[in-house]
């Protein structure tokens, strides 16, 4: 079972920056590979980034390439998602999800993560 809490969203003005972290509680952190997705109103969840249990391979969706950057602490159970650059089209809610290290499912879909955040806000103004 894994709980996981995410932070660090708010408002900041196009080309700014935020770091969201997601809180993870779980007892073996590094067995699990943890994503960042987001959701904008009328719009289907779609993949932001990827880490995996080791943090030695990410995975990145093309359209935050050179923008956003994935780690992971795993000595204190965080994920994190530095976000720079940002553009009024990163505005959505962001969420983290987690799935078994090993799992076959498809990575960059929200079907193959078993256990997701709350969420947190992003909002971007131009």
């Known amino acids: 079972q894994v709980e996981l809490v995410e932070s660090g969203g708010g408002f900041v003005q196009a080309g700014g920056s935020l770091r969201l972290s997601c809180a993870a509680y779980?007892?073996?952190?590094?067995?699990?590979?943890i994503a960042w997705f987001r959701q904008a109103p009328g719009k289907e969840r779609e993949f932001v980034s990827g880490?995996?249990?080791?943090?030695?391979?990410?995975n990145y969706a093309d359209f935050v390439k050179g923008r956003f950057t994935i780690s992971r602490d795993n000595l204190n159970n965080v994920v994190y998602l530095q976000m720079d650059n940002l553009k009024p089209e990163d505005t959505a809610v962001y969420y983290c999800?987690?799935?078994?290290?090993?799992?076959?499912?498809?990575?960059?879909?929200?079907?193959?993560?078993?256990?997701w955040g709350q969420g947190t806000q992003v909002t971007v103004s131009s």
């Open positions: 779980a007892q073996t952190f590094s067995s699990y590979a």
């Open positions: 999800a987690a799935r078994g290290q090993y799992s076959s499912r498809d990575w960059n879909r929200p079907i193959g993560y078993d256990y």
């Open positions: 880490i995996s249990g080791s943090g030695g391979g990410t």
